[in-house]
């Protein structure tokens, strides 16, 4: 089935300790997207990449590292969490080719970290 | 004040009802609009796409846009329990500009 595999699931995690989480897509899409879920502020965006070997920052960036090696992977890494950073993370991805602009984004599943 | 606002509810209605979710926003250059259903502990998943103003139907659900006021809907009529969740607008300036803006959602139950 195509899509988004995000992983873990979720996962708690030593404040200080490093973590990464893992973003694939099968469909091929070149742009793709980190975002946050918090309650009462809803997606904020971390990190995005428009293409592979490229990548910017969003709205809420510090602490967090991307990386786009290629086409389907987007890692996100949290080089020394701090409990700020417990939230649902959700990574996504679009098409933004000409005459693909109505797909909008395709969405994980979501990581629910806990850092204590 | 955000470049989108949503009133974050919660709404609760019978089965039945006709549903309203609204959006406001302030940038004028937004020219994609989209609605956005999340389930519990599950990704947002693309509803409802409409570009520039004008109505869009797709089943029980409507999509509006008035580009003059700022302001989004999506109607859900003949609501069923199966449509509680949350529900985010989105938006986004023209092609070449992937970044869509969210609203913060509207949790939205209903009661059988």
């Known amino acids: 089935i195509a899509g988004i595999t995000q992983a873990p699931t979720s996962q708690i995690l030593a404040a200080g300790r490093r973590m990464t989480l893992r973003c694939t897509q099968d469909?091929?899409?070149?742009?793709m997207y980190w975002y946050r879920q918090d309650l009462g502020l809803g997606l904020r965006l971390i990190h995005y990449?428009?293409?592979?070997?490229?990548?910017g920052k969003g709205e809420v960036p510090d602490g967090y590292s991307v990386s786009r090696a290629n086409t389907d992977d987007f890692p996100l890494t949290l080089a020394s969490a701090v409990p700020s950073q417990t939230s649902v993370y959700f990574c996504a991805s679009s098409d933004s080719r000409r005459g693909s602009q109505g797909r909008g984004y395709t969405f994980g599943s979501g990581t629910r970290l806990t850092v204590v | 004040q955000k470049e989108v606002e949503q009133d974050p509810g919660p709404l609760s209605v019978p089965e039945g009802a006709i549903v309203s979710l609204n959006c406001t926003y302030s940038?004028?250059?937004?020219?994609?609009f989209m609605w956005y259903r999340q389930y519990s502990r599950k990704g947002p998943e693309l509803l409802m796409y409409t570009y520039s103003s004008g109505n869009k139907e797709d089943g029980r659900f409507t999509a509006q846009v008035d580009k003059s006021s700022k302001y989004i809907s999506l109607f859900i009529r003949d609501s069923q329990p199966s449509d509680s969740a949350t529900y985010l607008c989105?938006?986004?300036?023209?092609?070449?500009?992937?970044?869509?803006?969210f609203g913060t959602g509207t949790r939205l139950t209903i009661i059988p």
């Open positions: 940038n004028s250059a937004f020219q994609y």
């Open positions: 990449s428009n293409t592979a070997g490229t990548t």
């Open positions: 989105a938006m986004r300036e023209d092609f070449g500009n992937e970044k869509l803006t």
């Open positions: 469909m091929r899409h070149n742009a």
